[in-house]
């Protein structure tokens, strides 16, 4: 009998150690599903882990692809991309959002993040391709949405004007010391027509005037010495330019 209910107990003992040893490895293969990698997404970016983030939000959208979550993993990989310094995802990312939930109530934001992302590659004048792009972004949402992040949008452009105007500024003053004052001409008046808000606008009509005075087409150059900005300093030395030059000015 003794016998017996040792041969009971070690068959229990048994049959409990293999339920706990099932139960172990069902917890170390469960699948937190899309809600499960969204929040540990959203942890590593609070923490300013944004390589981890961009994996885990990477799994919402590989994994899940039409959970409620997808379109706002999207969003958050393309900060994160951002917080990671791996631009070209970021624009990569925001072009797929744009292109599956180009109705969604962020797309906005998404095309503002886009536009920053160009902006953020642009470190010098040299950088024209990412200028350009980020100018034609941030002039698409001033389209779309006038109001939306209006003063960081001007701000950008205000600097992207300025530095792809000062490469087209030195252009200009290559021909125009070589005294080829047509291939000159075509140059500021792109900038003035192309970056009307730049730094060098006025200094542009400025030049214009001295083209024009070369060229002995006075009224033109009449014409931009009165498109100069009073408050700026080339103003007056238009008019002394145009006294010089021009009989009767």
Same mark, same amino acid.
């Given at each position: 009998?003794? +016998?017996?209910?040792?041969?009971? &107990?070690?068959?229990?003992?048994?049959?409990?150690?293999?339920?706990?040893?099932?139960?172990?490895? +069902?917890?170390?293969?469960?699948?937190?599903?899309?809600?499960?990698?969204?929040?540990?997404?959203?942890?590593?970016?609070?923490?300013?882990?944004?390589?981890?983030?961009?994996?885990?939000?990477? +799994?919402?959208?590989?994994?899940?692809?039409?959970? +409620?979550?997808?379109?706002?993993?999207?969003?958050?990989?393309?900060? =994160?991309?951002?917080?990671?310094?791996?631009?070209?995802?970021?624009?990569?990312?925001?072009?797929?959002?744009?292109?599956?939930?180009?109705?969604?109530?962020?797309?906005?934001?998404?095309?503002?993040?886009?536009? &920053?992302?160009?902006?953020?590659?642009?470190?010098?004048?040299?950088?024209?391709?990412?200028?350009? =792009?980020?100018?034609?972004?941030?002039?698409?949402?001033?389209?779309?949405?006038?109001?939306?992040?209006?003063?960081?949008?001007?701000?950008? @452009?205000?600097?992207?004007?300025?530095?792809? =105007?000062?490469?087209?500024?030195?252009?200009?003053?290559?021909?125009?010391?070589?005294?080829?004052?047509?291939? =000159?001409?075509?140059?500021? %008046?792109?900038? @003035?027509?192309?970056?009307?808000?730049? %730094?060098?606008?006025?200094?542009?009509?400025?030049?214009?005037?001295?083209?024009?005075?070369?060229?002995?087409?006075?009224?033109?150059? %009449?014409?931009?010495?009165?498109? @100069?900005?009073?408050?700026? %300093?080339?103003?007056?030395?238009?008019?002394?330019?145009?006294?010089?030059?021009?009989?009767?000015?």
């Amino acid at each position: 009998m003794t +016998k017996i209910l040792f041969f009971v &107990l070690a068959v229990l003992i048994s049959i409990t150690a293999c339920s706990n040893k099932s139960g172990k490895k +069902k917890k170390t293969t469960f699948d937190t599903g899309a809600s499960g990698w969204f929040e540990k997404g959203q942890r590593h970016a609070e923490r300013n882990e944004a390589s981890d983030a961009v994996e885990a939000f990477e +799994k919402v959208i590989q994994l899940y692809p039409y959970d +409620k979550l997808a379109a706002e993993a999207q969003l958050q990989l393309i900060m =994160a991309n951002r917080a990671n310094g791996t631009h070209e995802s970021a624009i990569a990312n925001a072009d797929v959002f744009l292109q599956i939930y180009p109705a969604h109530a962020e797309v906005n934001h998404v095309i503002l993040l886009k536009a &920053l992302s160009f902006f953020d590659q642009v470190t010098g004048e040299r950088e024209e391709k990412q200028a350009l =792009a980020s100018l034609a972004t941030f002039r698409l949402l001033a389209q779309r949405a006038p109001e939306f992040k209006k003063e960081i949008r001007l701000k950008c @452009i205000s600097i992207l004007e300025d530095i792809l =105007a000062s490469a087209k500024m030195q252009d200009s003053y290559t021909y125009l010391n070589r005294k080829g004052f047509f291939p =000159a001409i075509h140059r500021y %008046r792109e900038i @003035i027509n192309t970056y009307p808000n730049s %730094r060098f606008t006025d200094e542009a009509y400025y030049r214009l005037a001295e083209c024009f005075i070369a060229l002995a087409i006075d009224d033109e150059a %009449r014409f931009c010495v009165q498109k @100069i900005s009073p408050k700026s %300093r080339w103003h007056p030395l238009g008019n002394e330019l145009l006294k010089k030059h021009i009989k009767n000015a």
